[in-house]
């Protein structure tokens, strides 16, 4: 997703208390961050972070990571953050923001950080063949996530791009991950804990179906 420039937002990400500056100071140690042992998740590409937000706020006892390469969108990310959590009178205390390059996730986060589950919300499709080895769900990024997730986490991919979840169940499938569920009508299948997105909701507006899997790490 492309946005444009917005000043205020570095200098509001770095006077903000869970925006991480050197996030790679915390491979392995995320739970130092967070103080506590509950369960860490990780949404890469969180864009403006009503995902997470709304995920963070549901289950306090639970710790989200939530990446994206772009600061001015994770500046709009923090803005959307603070304002869920003051209309509900909360704190927020279980969000980290990252601003790192998903090509190197796997100096972000390791295997002792014991990541339960990951979240793939509405990537960019890269529908050119080209450019296919871009997409989050592409081979190269799962070999990747391979690298940090334990037996038994989980991956949580959603789309309205009908090419980009075929293909990507085959790569899910290629790359050694077990599919347990997968729906090609989100809104209309027996999913009852779905967070809608703000991409969610124009694609569903527009007649389009929602694309959704869940994976297990073997």
Same mark, same amino acid.
């Given at each position: 997703?492309r @946005? ?6 570095? /200098? ?20 130092e961050?967070?103080?506590?042992? *509950? ?10 972070? $009503?995902?997470?937000a709304?995920?963070?706020?549901? *289950? /306090?006892?639970? *710790? ?6 772009? $600061? ?5 990310g !923090? !803005? ?8 509900? &009178?909360?704190? +927020?205390? *279980?969000?980290?923001? %990252?601003? #790192?390059? +998903? ?5 972000l986060v390791?295997?002792?950080d014991? @990541?339960k ?7 960019n /499709?890269? /529908?050119?063949?080209?450019? =296919? =080895? ?8 799962? $070999? ?16 309205d ?10 790569? #899910?499938?290629?790359?050694? #991950?077990?599919?347990?569920? &997968?729906?090609y ?6 999913v009852?804990?779905? @967070? %809608? ?5 124009m694609? $569903? ?8 899997? &869940?994976?297990?790490?073997?």
């Amino acid at each position: 997703m492309r @946005i444009r420039k917005k000043k205020w937002a570095q /200098p509001e990400l770095d006077a903000c208390r869970y925006f991480i500056k050197e996030p790679k100071s915390y491979f392995g140690k995320w739970k130092e961050f967070f103080n506590n042992d *509950n369960d860490i998740e990780l949404e890469v590409g969180c864009g403006k972070c $009503s995902f997470v937000a709304q995920k963070a706020l549901q *289950n /306090p006892d639970k *710790n989200f990571i939530a990446v994206d390469i772009k $600061s001015d969108m994770l500046g709009v990310g !923090r !803005r959307n953050i603070e304002k869920l959590f003051d209309e509900n &009178k909360k704190q +927020v205390k *279980n969000i980290a923001l %990252v601003a #790192f390059n +998903v090509e190197n996730i796997e100096q972000l986060v390791s295997k002792e950080d014991n @990541i339960k589950q990951m979240y793939i919300n509405f990537c960019n /499709p890269w /529908p050119r063949e080209k450019h =296919k =080895k871009r997409r989050l769900t592409h081979t190269t990024k799962l $070999s990747k996530y391979r690298t940090f997730l334990n037996d038994g986490a989980q991956i949580h991919f959603k789309t309205d791009n009908d090419e980009l979840f075929e293909e990507s169940l085959e790569y #899910f499938k290629e790359s050694g #991950f077990e599919i347990f569920y &997968k729906t090609y009508d989100l809104h209309n299948s027996d999913v009852k804990d779905n @967070i %809608v997105t703000e991409h969610e909701t124009m694609f $569903s507006n527009e007649g389009i179906k929602i694309k959704h899997l &869940k994976a297990l790490m073997v």
